[in-house]
C-alpha cells in the first residue's frame, strides 16, 4: 500500500481523485501540485464551488482533505508551481499521478497518467513518452461531475487492489467504461509489432494485431472513431484484405491521418467485429 501520493493537476478530474484517494487506509501524506487558482470557469464539473474562486486550488484541496479526515492525521504538502520533469523539485512520494489536462512529454517520474477519453477513463503508464505536439485537453462527448466522481472511485479501487501497482510494473495501458458498473479492465501492451511508419500512434497494435487480421479474414472490418455523434465508419476495411501486420498499421494510420483528427495517439478498441479507437485527448 502507498502511503505518499502525489498529484499533479487539480483540476476536474485531478480534484475528485484528490478527494477520493484521501480516504485510503494507510495513506499518510497527499502531495498536491498545481499552480493555479479556482476561477469562475473552473466551476462547472468540478469539486469547486463558488465560495472557492480566488483561491489557490492546493489551498482548497488541503480544506477538504483535512474535512474528510477529522482527526488531520494526514499530512498535506501543497506545490503551487507549474510542473516540468526534470526542473520542478518533488518531495519523495511512492505513487505520482498526473491529472493535468495537457498532453505533456513524460519521462520516467510519472508512475501513471489518467485522461477521459469518449467515455472511457484511461490510464496510461508507460515511461518515455514524447509527443509531435501539446495540446490542451478537451472532452469529445458531454461528460458529468457524476462521471468525474466515478472516474476518480475507480482510481482510488485500482490502488487500493493491487491492481495499479500491477499495471504501472508492466508499464501498460488500461481503459475502464463509465458506462459500465462493472468495472473491466483492458489491459493494453504498448510493445508495437514492427516498425511501420505510424504505428507509434497505436497505443495497443501488438495485443490487438492477430484479432484484426482474423476479423477481416471473416469479413469487411469497419474502423469507428469515439468521436461525435456519427455512426459512420472512418473507414472500411474490406474482407481478406489484411495479410501481414503492415496492413492493419497502414489501415488504421489512414484512418487517424484525416485532417480533422488532431490526437496524437489513439487506443484500440474491439467491440462487436469492429475497430473503434479511442483518441489521447488529454482531457483531465
Keep these: ?32 501540485v498545481d499552480y493555479d487558482q479556482v476561477e469562475k470557469k473552473n466551476l462547472k464539473n468540478t469539486i469547486y464551488k463558488l465560495s472557492d474562486v480566488g483561491n489557490l486550488k492546493t489551498d482548497v484541496l ?41 498532453t505533456y512529454d513524460r519521462e520516467r517520474l510519472v508512475d501513471a497518467r489518467f485522461y477521459i477519453s469518449s467515455r472511457y477513463l484511461v490510464i496510461d503508464c508507460r515511461k ?33 487492489d493491487g491492481n495499479m501497482a500491477s499495471l504501472i510494473d508492466k508499464r501498460s495501458v488500461a481503459k475502464l467504461d463509465l458506462d459500465h458498473h462493472k468495472s473491466i479492465v483492458q489491459k493494453i501492451d504498448d510493445v508495437m509489432y514492427s516498425s511501420t511508419v505510424g504505428q507509434e500512434r497505436l497505443v495497443n497494435l501488438n495485443e490487438n494485431l492477430f484479432q484484426i487480421l482474423k476479423l477481416n479474414k471473416q469479413s469487411d472490418l469497419d474502423v469507428f472513431m469515439c468521436m461525435g455523434d456519427s455512426n459512420a465508419p472512418l473507414r472500411t476495411i474490406p474482407k481478406g484484405s489484411l495479410r501481414w501486420g503492415s496492413d492493419v498499421v497502414n489501415n488504421l494510420v489512414q484512418a487517424i491521418d484525416l485532417p480533422f483528427l488532431i490526437f496524437n495517439t489513439y487506443v484500440i478498441s474491439i467491440e462487436n467485429g469492429a475497430i473503434t479507437l479511442i483518441p489521447e485527448t488529454g482531457a483531465a
Design 1 to 32: 500500500m502507498y502511503s505518499c501520493i502525489t498529484i499533479l493537476g487539480l483540476g476536474s478530474l485531478g480534484g475528485y481523485v484528490v478527494d477520493a484517494i484521501s480516504e485510503i487506509e494507510g495513506l499518510k501524506k497527499i502531495i498536491l
Design 62 to 102: 488541503s480544506s477538504i482533505i483535512y474535512s474528510n479526515n477529522k482527526s488531520e492525521e494526514i499530512e498535506v504538502i501543497k506545490l503551487n508551481e507549474k510542473f516540468v520533469e526534470g526542473k520542478t523539485q518533488l518531495p519523495k512520494s511512492d505513487l505520482v499521478l498526473d491529472c493535468r489536462d495537457f
Design 128 to 160: 518515455d513518452v514524447k509527443y509531435e505536439k501539446h495540446y490542451e485537453g478537451k472532452y469529445i462527448h458531454s461528460v458529468e461531475k457524476f462521471d468525474l466522481t466515478k472516474a476518480a472511485f475507480y482510481i482510488s479501487m485500482l490502488i487500493c
